[in-house]
């Protein structure tokens, strides 16, 4: 029998075994409340309001909607230094970027550097991070390019070409705000880390390959994005290359990236790395200007209009044919504007200890860029580097935005001319040197070292981006990485446990080596919830594993299998399918000799059982607290069978149908 | 400090805590060949081949697809019997609804008489199941007469109508057996059980309304199928019902439910139902042959051609324009088909003891529909009914189905002409009797009150069907369905463990009303994977069980809290983001003042656990095999402190930075 050499916790069983407990029942509309609560309001954002006069109500939910006030009260001069100092810095990494990547989005330079003046305001007032410096980021850039680019030629039909770019930005808005109100905020988690490397480095190897353009002084260039275009582009045409243009450009990428390879080595060198794009723009600036390089083929920005951002909201043209691509447009880089910047908040706020409220942020941005859009503006968001630039200078507040709006603001005032004679190839190499930061590759082996699929889910990411198209790369990550939730719901592990020595836990054999099978009993445990999804496949699995497992006990001449316990602890919820799979379990074991065990059903579990009338068709005798406990009664009615068999010599009750039976 | 009152369990820790063990690594190949095994052969169907003779093999193999050649050698006389009664039953029930089905469909009669002779043959040879008959099913006709009417009117052009209906099958055909061989089966457990009944319940109604037409004697009517436009249609036109036919309806419906019902109530009488049809049929037949009622506006079937089915191979239009509509409607009625046809094989299977391989049926499913496509048969499957019917008349193999098709056989040879006074009125009522049956009411309220969420994607799909399509009901209920696992997997439960009395058991506190929390200590369980799509909400959610658990002791006076166990039990998977966000929740708790505490991490998550480098990040101290050794740690790290804090009265090792701490 070999239950002599198997040390079963006998002291368990002499304890009375402890009840399943069935929840008490909620009423249907408290349960509805409840899983409302919890889907839409996880932070309790409400919790500060409890219990306080309507005044204080009043003056809280200002705060609540404008952060600026809160923290207003107790800002001093120690703080206001330290912003004044990130806020120039920023400011000098804000203007050559912006206007590179308005180039990007194929809109005129002077748009990135409007876009830095209103929504930094509008964000100081009303976000909630104190690191995030607000800008355009070269992605979304790209991403309105290629989507507008697609229906309307920037170059035929400038105006028209703008209009749609502040139409979509207007949407954008509203799309983030509408997302903050509705506190659906956790759509942007569904773009899962490896999405986000994979598709911001896929994102970053179409840029710099944009910049070829720039770098060889091209006129003519492809409108695709994709790598093939791109290379055919550029060496269908090498006769027009411009080594001038190729030189300054290669000269100043270096320069760049010598840069910020001392600031990374040094991070209190930081300033040399955000200064930098501002040096090379007025080296380049000087340079062209005393050599007259313009006239010999390096293109330079030309005039920057003097003054402040014009009034657009008369330009938002939501009767033109082109709408439809406008919302997409969107609603698109709506969704990864807000990804970067929640991302980059939030690492910020972990940094130093404070809270972002995800959807109170969206709806930051939101408004942001619906005021931006109204005001010559097109999409802004956090980026990562200008960010990173913000807290590394040692920003306080969001008062370093402010800062970096009024240096923009006196930019646009008074030194637009100053911009004239830049070269377009120096604003290539700031693009270039900022985007190859953003290839992120040890993060990518990391993701293959950790997790195999998640690798998967990155590179077709980046693949997609590189050779489809900014949407395409999206679209296959995001879901590859639903298919995975849904591969987890619909293929659930199911593991044998074994005995842990010297106590009364039950383990996978898998995972623990001392863990050993009792004999006669097979102990199975199911690793997610029991739905429609995965109950056909639960069913023949275990099947499977009860003709496994009786295959293996013949061939070693043990005894036969008499008891299959599922620890039901690990299912969360069950469904309708879930229970009726259950009660067929139950049947198909039965047929084959097999009694069924349950053990731990969790609340949810153990309510639908009891409304499905599941308990009565298990026996509420067959379901036990612990997988030890039910061990405990599934032995002592072993040896008190056998028992009973030694003495009456023939096998009886219901044993008859079982043939490899060799009790 | 009230830790009297309070029975941890002191024995347990006095054993040395076992050790949570890292599975032992595999080769990255056997893990994802086991990861495709699990997903594509959780059955395992290859396994009676093994360690046999080639010879063997090839016979095993022979019957493996041919399942006729493993039953028919056992096949004896007393089978026979049975079988004869059984297939002459389904004969009597398949001839008048192959008729009404395919005038559901919009092709002529006589394809339903076609479509009950050679795919029931094809399926006895290739079919496992012993009780499926085979034949039409009304919803698949319904969906092909309105998706290829929607874009060819069979009135008008029948010719090409008929050869897209032959397309369609044909497509249906290939996809059953692609998803077959290709072993992606599981797909149809994706149409849950809560969305086969509502969608089910709607075409059924659908199916009715469209009688009206045949009921009142309407010669025009809507091509829509929706509840709006069908009513509009009668209504528009109630002088031209005919009474003789309303009556000529009612009174055979009202037949056919009596027989019903008494079939229902004495099950032994089930042949009263089964033949209820057919005598309807050669009632009316006689009645219009005597009465002459044609000539007053009974409409009937006219001139059915004599003999067996022509070949239609030719038929099968590739190139015709319309080709992708006859795709779309191959494989969402070949879908639906095959979610009826092994739902009705497995229920049977469940009855009779006997396996049903899912993916070999829908092979041979296919290989039904692809045969024929070629031979003037459109759509099949195993219809409920006429498979319940062959059920309780006794059949015992698939050679009932053979007998049905010889009977068919003889009607089309030579018994067409007396169907030629068979009034449309009477197919109509077959149909609607036939219906009523699948509006399954009291499922719906099972599902009520078992489980809302399933209700709610019943009554979509039921409504989506009525108000909408049959395709618009059915996109809802699935995008309802896969809405709800990926709500399961973003919001996953988290709740809080109390201890259960006497016990080293820690259970949840809602669950369990004995169940005590443990001062100064909160325990959780998270009852879901770790995943990108809930990781964010998971770190707010900790944090906010937190915040409520100090509040709640400040306010009662009670201990602080000290630490926090995570109980990882239910977590069955975790990925990059997951791993990143236990990192940032114990630097969370950190800078409370909290330790954070995992117990019984599964052999996925401590793997990755492990190579995320968190074991460290965690503390290995940190991390118990179950709740209980957990506890009885934390407690005895508890009383050490406050010991040795008395003894130096100020509160040194990292607690200072606590506010709320009132130890």
């Known amino acids: 029998m070999g239950t002599g050499n198997y040390d079963y916790p006998k002291s368990n069983f002499e304890q009375p075994p402890h009840k399943v407990a069935i929840p008490p029942p909620q009423p249907f509309i408290k349960s509805l409340k409840n899983a409302v609560k919890e889907t839409l309001f996880p932070d309790d954002p409400l919790r500060q309001f409890k219990g306080q006069s309507p005044a204080r109500k009043f003056i809280l939910g200002v705060q609540y909607v404008f952060p600026f006030f809160d923290w207003a009260a107790s800002y001093n001069l120690s703080f206001f230094k330290s912003d004044i100092i990130a806020g120039i810095t920023i400011a000098s990494l804000a203007i050559p970027q912006g206007i590179s990547y308005a180039k990007l989005a194929n ?65 954008a808005g509203v799309f983030q705000v509408s997302l903050g109100i509705l506190r659906l905020g956790f759509i942007v988690d569904f773009l899962s880390h490896a999405t986000i490397i994979g598709f911001m480095g896929g994102a970053a190897t179409v840029v710099c390959l944009q910049q070829l353009k720039g770098i060889l002084g091209l006129e003519h ?96 043209s939501f009767g033109s044919q082109y709408l439809s691509t406008a919302i997409k447009t969107g609603i698109v880089t709506g969704v990864i504007a807000l990804a970067e910047g929640i991302a980059v908040g939030r690492s910020f706020a972990m940094f130093k200890n404070y809270n972002i409220d995800g959807n109170k942020e969206m709806i930051a941005f939101g408004m942001m860029n619906i005021a931006g859009s109204c005001t010559s503006c097109y999409l802004t968001t956090g980026p990562f580097s200008r960010s990173a630039v ?45 985007m190859l930061g953003l290839i992120n590759y040890e993060e990518a082996i990391h993701l293959w070292n950790l997790d195999k699929f998640d690798f998967v889910v990155c590179m077709s990411a980046y693949f997609g981006v590189v050779f489809g198209s900014v949407e395409i790369g999206l679209v296959i990550a995001v879901a590859l990485s639903l298919l995975r939730v849904l591969m987890f719901v619909s293929r659930p592990k199911t593991m044998a446990l074994g005995h842990i020595p010297e106590s009364t836990i039950y383990r996978s054999i898998d995972q623990y080596q001392n863990a050993k099978s009792v004999p006669g009993i097979l102990i199975l445990q199911i690793d997610a919830p029991i739905y429609f999804a995965n109950s056909s496949y639960l069913r023949e699995r275990i099947s499977r594993w009860v003709d496994e497992e009786e295959d293996r006990l013949k061939c070693s001449g043990e005894n036969s299998l008499q008891y299959v316990i599922l620890a039901l602890s690990a299912v969360g919820n069950i469904d309708t399918s879930g229970i009726t799979m259950l009660g067929e379990v139950k049947k198909l074991m039965e047929r084959r000799g097999l009694k069924l065990v349950l053990t731990n059903p969790g609340g949810e579990v153990i309510k639908k059982m009891n409304k499905g009338k599941l308990i009565e068709v298990i026996g509420q005798e067959w379901i036990y607290l612990t997988v030890g406990e039910a061990v405990g009664a599934c032995n002592f009615m072993l040896h008190t069978y056998k028992n009973v068999e030694k003495q009456t010599s023939t096998g009886s009750s219901g044993k008859e149908s079982r043939n490899d039976s060799n009790v």
Request: proline residues 5%; positive net charge.
């Open 221 to 316: 260039f492809t409108h695709g994005t994709d790598l093939v275009s791109v290379l055919r582009s550029v060496f269908s045409q090498t006769h027009k290359w411009r080594w001038e243009s190729a030189v300054l450009g290669v000269g100043f990428l270096f320069y760049l990236l010598v840069a910020r390879y001392v600031s990374t080595k040094r991070p209190k060198l930081f300033w040399i790395s955000a200064m930098a794009p501002l040096t090379s723009v007025i080296l380049g600036s000087i340079l062209i200007y005393f050599t007259h390089a313009e006239k010999h083929g390096v293109q330079v920005i030309g005039e920057l209009k003097k003054g402040l951002n014009p009034i657009t909201i008369m330009d938002l």
């Open 390 to 434: 913000n807290f590394n200078a040692g920003c306080k507040t969001a008062v370093s935005n402010i800062v970096m709006a009024i240096a923009v603001m006196i930019t646009l005032l008074f030194l637009t001319p100053l911009f004239h004679y830049t070269p377009l190839v120096v604003l290539s190499s700031i693009i270039i040197s900022a």
């Open 107 to 171: 809109l005129p330079p002077i748009l990135g550097l409007y876009s830095s003046f209103i929504p930094p305001l509008v964000y100081a007032m009303m976000g909630s991070s104190k690191d995030l410096a607000v800008g355009t980021v070269a992605v979304a850039s790209l991403l309105i390019g290629s989507m507008l680019g697609a229906v309307v030629n920037a170059n035929e039909d400038p105006k028209l070409y703008l209009h749609l770019a502040f139409t979509a930005t207007f949407i």
